[in-house]
């Protein structure tokens, strides 16, 4: 099963997420446990994906994915009076579970970390190296990285909009984010781009306590 390493992780957070909203008390434990669980899985799996993660980038590349990530944090942060939802996030408050102050900066950075830095990973490893090319050809890794088919591209798009709430800013989101695959069909663009936005978006909500984006 070659699309287990790609989609394994990715299906374990779904579920973890979905649990957590039937328990939201237990949320910031639902957030640890999956953190730790797909971030072991990543790095299980690890030489799988090794060489697609870490494809090298030029200092062009690098400018170009902070740029694409910026992009990418202010159409998420900017529109939000302005348009629909898909439902409604339970948001992410770590004061409002009771622990101590030091224990509510562990949450927060766990949090942080896991935004950051397993997101990206988990979401770009599925979203743009498995079903871009899964839907191009059932054997996708005889397609290579950044192959263009519009049907993949913007379906790929489409659908990881709607993974989210904010559908629209998350289909921007997937147009840019395969948009830069494409362009230099390297997955470490997009995963850095990715890093960027969630990175960016989790010291606005630290500074300026808009848990709901989280």
């Known amino acids: 099963m070659a699309w287990l390493p790609y989609a394994g992780p990715f299906i374990v957070f779904l579920l973890l997420t979905e649990a957590a909203r039937h328990l939201p008390g237990w949320q910031h434990v ?3 446990v999956k953190t730790a669980v797909v971030g072991g899985l990543l790095v299980y799996w690890w030489p799988v994906y090794r060489r697609e993660v870490m494809a090298p980038l030029t200092a062009g590349e ?10 990418v944090l202010v159409l998420w942060i900017l529109p939000e009076k302005f348009l629909p939802q898909a439902g409604s996030s ?3 408050d770590p004061r409002s579970f009771g622990w ?14 896991g935004a950051a830095v397993v997101v990206p990973l988990m979401e770009e490893l599925f979203w743009r190296s498995f079903l871009m090319r899964y839907f191009i ?3 996708f890794k005889e397609v290579p990285l950044g192959s263009l088919s519009w049907f993949a591209f913007l379906g790929v798009a489409v659908l990881f ?6 559908v629209i800013p998350g289909i921007m989101a997937g147009l840019v984010y395969g948009g830069l ?3 230099r069909r390297k997955l470490s663009l997009p995963i850095v781009a990715h890093a960027v936005t969630n990175l960016g978006l989790g010291i606005y909500v630290l500074v300026t306590g808009s848990w709901f984006f989280w």
Do not use: K, N, Q
């Open 30 to 32: 639902f957030y640890l």
């Open 62 to 71: 690098w400018l170009l994915a902070l740029a694409a990530g910026l992009l």
């Open 90 to 92: 339970l948001g992410f």
């Open 100 to 113: 101590s102050p030091a224990g509510t900066r562990v949450i927060a950075g766990c949090r942080l970390l």
């Open 137 to 139: 050809d059932r054997d």
């Open 161 to 166: 909009g709607l993974e989210h709430f904010r």
């Open 181 to 183: 695959l494409v362009y």
